[in-house]
């Protein structure tokens, strides 16, 4: 992103200075526009401070099958983000209240779901079961990773069916989708959370509104796959503000029964009987 | 690799159509103007005939398209209606509405009652049209996962067939939720508590392909496709040029061969020379044999040793890289 004094709201067009965009979590003081956050940023307004232990950082796409300038995608991804990969995952406190959390990140290639994505956040999945604990991710994502091919596809399956096993132990999983959730990730985990939420104005769909205007030959009304649109459709549970996402997630958390953070309770072990 | 120097393959391709141009052409004529061109056409068609042999004795994965896409290939009315018998079609999603474009029914297999889905592709515009071209709507995959969840219910197993160029991308779709429903599909195929046997008989065209395509043996034909986005697509993303789909094919990694290779598909069924609609009668053969191993094979795997070799099989596809193999739990 760049950096300056001023940031240009893309929808309002007024100039905004930068740190009072930051200070309101990036969302437009004149228009609340939803600006598009990093998985960091994301994370870093999310959990409570200093509670992020982040899994698997070290784990990474490869390049199977031999795609023309995917390696330089990668790279090109990694040095702009710092990141490794397109989803950030980990263990982290909303309120005090414990969670696995994964935020997938937008700028890292369109946050496409390859190999190490899908791996991700099944993995996340696999903790949060192991746990106990909720998971919760935040989605923002143009769809699966075509240079990948099938595998990217296969993600999918890989994801989901982690998700199953966790919904099979009773365990929570809230989704959170954010600009833009489309494509593959619409088709698995983002639209399989327990409680669906979504930030306001965010783009979600399956197919693209270009392959659609083509398909159907009309235009598509503006607001076509927008937050408000797929609620009123009855596709999401709720629409809430950035600025009021941490106190409704609490209450989420607090409503399924997250366990909460408190000082370890260490219990005497029983004394052995003779 | 990315110069546009025709390959040997593409220059094939455009004698063969060169020719099937001229032999239209002199057959017109002959039409119109009632004149005999026999002894003109034949070397013509003998050539073509050659061309083809050539073509089709080692195909590029762009040919292999061609021939997944073949307008007479094999559909799933066929497959049904010569390996199954007592076939009950079922209708409706109870929800909204009965979606052509994808069928479930009720039947036996080998007498042996199955339950079948499968995407319905025609074999003219006509049919096409009426079927949306195999592209279900979301109320076809909430149908499909009805008739799964009675599957589930009397412990019969799944037969799906898969062949469609994708979801169908229209606003209604969206509307009625197209993610949502393939999402669940995908998610409860993981985890359905019965075998589940899938042939990818044509197009796997992405989302739409895998929301009836989660199962413990994925079976393609030799010349059927399987592919994250078509190379149309993925050529106008990638190079902004559509017309670079034969490039995309082969990049793609999307035929039987190369999905085996890569674990996601478990067996390759062989096709006749030149493809499926060449000779259907040994197709058929072919998909009723090899049902009848897998079946045969999974009626006797113990559901929750079923479910979790299902579970690991995708648990472990794709490939990635990992720093430190340092385990968290
Ligand atoms: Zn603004």
Same mark, same amino acid.
């Given at each position: 992103m760049p950096a300056g004094i001023w940031a240009k709201c893309p929808r309002c067009r007024n100039l905004i200075y930068r740190k009072e965009l930051e200070r309101n979590l990036k969302v437009c003081p004149k228009c609340s526009y939803h600006h598009r956050l990093t998985a960091v940023e994301r994370l870093e307004i999310t959990l409570? +401070?200093?509670s992020f232990q982040e899994y698997d950082a070290g784990l990474a796409s490869t390049d199977p099958l031999g795609f023309e300038s995917y390696p330089d995608k990668l790279s090109e991804a990694q040095a702009k983000? +710092?990141?490794? +990969?397109?989803v950030l995952t980990g263990e982290g406190t909303i309120e005090g209240w414990r969670t696995v959390t994964g935020a997938l990140d937008f700028y890292f290639m369109g946050g496409s779901m390859g190999s190490a994505v899908g791996e991700k956040v099944a993995r996340a999945a696999e903790r949060a079961h192991a746990q106990r604990l909720p998971l919760l991710i935040f989605s923002a994502s143009g769809?699966?990773?075509?240079?990948?091919g099938v595998l990217s596809l296969m993600q999918l399956a890989k994801t989901s069916a982690a998700i199953g096993r966790l919904h099979d132990a009773g365990l929570p999983y809230l989704s959170v989708m954010c600009d833009p959730t489309t494509g593959g990730v619409t088709a698995s985990f983002a639209f399989l959370g327990d409680v669906i939420l979504a930030e306001p104005g965010a783009l979600i769909g399956f197919a693209g509104r270009r392959v659609i205007e083509q398909t159907i030959r009309r235009k598509l009304p503006e607001d076509f796959q927008t937050a408000e649109f797929c609620l009123q459709k009855g596709l999401l549970d709720m629409v809430v503000p950035r600025t009021e996402m941490r106190s409704a997630l609490s209450r989420l958390l607090a409503f399924v029964g997250a366990p909460r953070l408190v000082p370890?309770?260490? +219990?005497?072990?029983?004394a052995a009987q003779p | 690799m990315t110069e546009r120097r025709p390959s040997p393959a593409a220059d094939l391709d455009r004698q063969l159509a060169d020719l099937e141009q001229e032999i239209d052409r002199l057959r017109r004529r002959s039409r119109e103007?009632?004149?005999?061109v026999d002894a003109e056409i034949a070397p013509l068609v003998e050539r073509a005939e050659q061309l083809r042999v050539q073509i089709y004795t080692h195909p590029s994965p762009w040919h292999i398209v061609q021939l997944a896409r073949q307008s007479q290939r094999p559909r799933l009315l066929d497959f049904l209606g010569t390996l199954c018998s007592d076939v009950m079609e079922l209708h409706g999603d109870r929800l909204y509405r009965d979606d052509p474009a994808l069928l479930a029914a009720l039947a036996r297999f080998n007498g042996q009652p199955v339950v079948v889905i499968g995407h319905n592709k025609g074999k003219d515009t006509k049919e096409n049209i009426a079927r949306n071209f195999g592209m279900p709507y979301p109320e076809g995959y909430r149908k499909a996962l009805r008739a799964m969840r009675l599957a589930e219910k009397f412990r019969y197993p799944v037969i799906s067939f898969v062949d469609t160029p994708g979801a169908y991308p229209g606003d209604e779709a969206e509307e009625r939720g197209q993610a949502e429903a393939i999402a669940r599909n995908i998610q409860e195929m993981s985890r359905l508590r019965t075998p589940v046997v899938v042939v990818i008989t044509g197009e796997g065209g992405s989302g739409g392909a895998l929301a009836i395509a989660v199962g413990d043996a994925v079976l393609m034909l030799q010349y059927a496709v399987y592919t994250v986005i078509s190379p149309e697509g993925c050529a106008a993303i990638l190079w902004h040029d559509a017309s670079r789909a034969r490039d995309a094919a082969a990049a793609l990694k999307l035929t039987a061969e190369d999905l085996h290779a890569l674990g996601v598909v478990d067996e390759v069924l062989p096709e006749p020379f030149g493809g499926a609609h060449r000779d259907p009668d040994a197709t058929f053969a072919t998909v009723r044999e090899a049902l009848q191993r897998h079946l045969q094979a999974l009626r006797t795997v113990p559901i929750e040793v079923l479910l979790d070799r299902r579970y690991e099989k995708y648990r472990r596809m794709g490939r990635i890289l990992e720093e430190s193999t340092q385990s968290i739990e």
């Open positions: 409570d +401070e200093n983000t +710092e990141q490794a +990969e397109a769809g699966a990773r075509m240079q990948e370890v309770q260490i +219990e005497p072990a029983p | 103007h009632s004149v005999p």
